[in-house]
């Protein structure tokens, strides 16, 4: 369904706009064409994609234990000490 109102949305200026060049549209029309689309969808889902990053990388960061000094994976160390550098792990 999204799909299929997002190709409305790209569409509809589009062809307007083909509709309304004298000439041949062939050569320049589907550089153009997906110049818009482009520019849609990163203007309609950059923002989302960025936000999904950041939230993956803070959970991330926030579940996995990393070394303070090195930034080393502690992951299952329980010495208390880095096995990297040697820093203890608080």
Not at 37 to 51: C, D, H, K, M, N
Not at 63 to 71: A, E, K, S, V
């Amino acid at each position: 369904m999204a799909g299929s109102v997002l190709e409305t949305v790209v569409a509809i200026p589009v062809h307007i706009w083909a509709t309304r060049q004298h000439g041949c549209y062939c050569e320049r029309g589907t550089y153009t064409t997906l110049v818009l689309s482009g520019t849609l969808l990163l203007w309609a889902f950059g923002p989302g994609i960025v936000l999904l990053y950041l939230r993956e990388r803070y959970r991330r960061e926030r579940l996995t234990p990393f070394c303070d000094r090195c930034g080393y994976n502690l992951t299952g160390n329980l010495s208390g000490v880095c096995p990297e550098c040697g820093e203890p792990v608080g």
